[in-house]
């Protein structure tokens, strides 16, 4: 039996950060405006060059977040840095044009489980008010992205269908959305169904351009970003130390640690345009800042490039 002696992987991989929204929502203590501050500055130190830096939701829903407007505000500055923004209706669209964002994410749920959970409406019924968002977008030359929670499995329902999801796609497809991000917002995924999933969405959506947005709640987010990237993908959203969670899935844990893909992919020559060396001390003093890490295994380890100094001497023997 022959075997092929390498992977299908690309050159380089495009990635964004999402500790700003994903990672700071999660957050039950109340993180100063000022911090959250800190932290994206220091990010934007390290070659990061998109994030998505808050969600335009009702303080009510994510109090964590009510300060999106003034977050937005003070990050004018960072001119280096593609910033979008969490939407979940028109009112929140607006905050967010008004603070200045120039691309929104829209918000749906593969399941409708997970929909009612997340957003208290049905997915269909969540895609039907798009329509004024988008509309709205087109005017004012704001482009938007669209995304798929739970896109592989959804903790009510267990695993989502791949009719389930070309249905949503081609929603998305016929309201001119030309990107959409793939969720693993629980971490049910696993590689062998990334792969199979992803190629299949690709073959029949060509000129989608996908983002896996990946959790590591059982450990496979970076063998499940892999498995992605044999498939050709290239954009990933991924979080600082690991922070995160979804705050309407049980269970549900941070995303995938930048820190960890990063390195991930600089041990395998792919190609990022960030230093991992800056990154590694950004998530010290991040999870300085917050007060804890979500998981991260350059906190615990370092990278493979940091070696110890070897025994000055050995047991004799005998």
């Known amino acids: 039996m022959n075997f092929s002696t390498d992977l299908k992987?690309?050159?380089?991989?495009?990635?964004?950060?999402?500790a700003p929204?994903?990672?700071?929502?999660?957050?039950?203590?109340?993180?100063?405006?000022?911090?959250?501050l800190a932290i994206i500055k220091k990010l934007a130190t390290t070659g990061i060059s998109s994030m998505e830096i808050t969600s335009f939701v009702h303080p009510k829903a994510i109090p964590q977040l009510k300060d999106a407007e003034e977050v937005v505000r003070q990050?004018?500055?960072?001119?280096?840095?593609?910033?979008?923004a969490l939407v979940p209706n028109v009112r929140g669209a607006e905050r967010?044009?008004?603070?200045?964002?120039?691309?929104l994410k829209l918000m749906?749920?593969?399941s409708d489980s997970h929909s009612l959970s997340n957003a208290n409406c049905l997915t269909k019924e969540a895609m039907n008010g798009f329509a004024p968002i988008i509309e709205l977008a087109k005017k004012q030359a704001v482009k938007v992205g669209g995304s798929i929670s739970v896109a592989f499995g959804c903790p009510f329902e267990g695993k989502v269908s791949i009719d389930r999801l070309n249905y949503i796609i081609e929603r998305y497809i016929n309201y001119g959305i030309e990107e959409i991000s793939l969720a693993d917002s629980t971490g049910m995924a696993n590689p062998r169904q990334v792969y199979h999933t992803v190629g299949e969405l690709r073959n029949r959506f060509p000129d989608m351009t996908f983002t896996m947005h990946l959790h590591n709640t059982r450990g496979m987010a970076i063998s499940n970003a892999v498995s992605a990237m044999q498939q050709g993908i290239i954009h990933f959203d991924s979080?600082?130390?690991?922070?995160?969670?979804?705050?309407?899935?049980?269970g549900a844990t941070g995303n995938v640690p930048t820190e960890d893909l990063v390195h991930t992919l600089a041990e395998m020559g792919i190609e990022t345009g960030i230093n991992l060396e800056s990154l590694v001390n950004v998530a010290k003093e991040v999870s300085h800042i917050i007060g804890h890490d979500g998981g991260s295994y350059?906190?615990?380890?370092?990278?493979?490039?940091?070696?110890?100094?070897?025994?000055?001497?050995?047991?004799k023997l005998g």
């Open 239 to 250: 979080s600082i130390t690991g922070l995160g969670g979804c705050p309407y899935a049980p």
């Open 21 to 36: 929204r994903d990672g700071f929502q999660a957050e039950k203590e109340w993180i100063p405006t000022e911090n959250k």
């Open 298 to 315: 350059m906190l615990q380890a370092g990278p493979c490039s940091q070696l110890h100094a070897a025994p000055k001497s050995q047991l």
């Open 75 to 84: 990050s004018q500055e960072l001119t280096g840095i593609k910033f979008r």
């Open 9 to 18: 992987l690309p050159s380089k991989v495009i990635i964004c950060e999402v």
């Open 96 to 103: 967010a044009i008004d603070s200045g964002i120039k691309k």
């Open 108 to 110: 749906l749920s593969a």
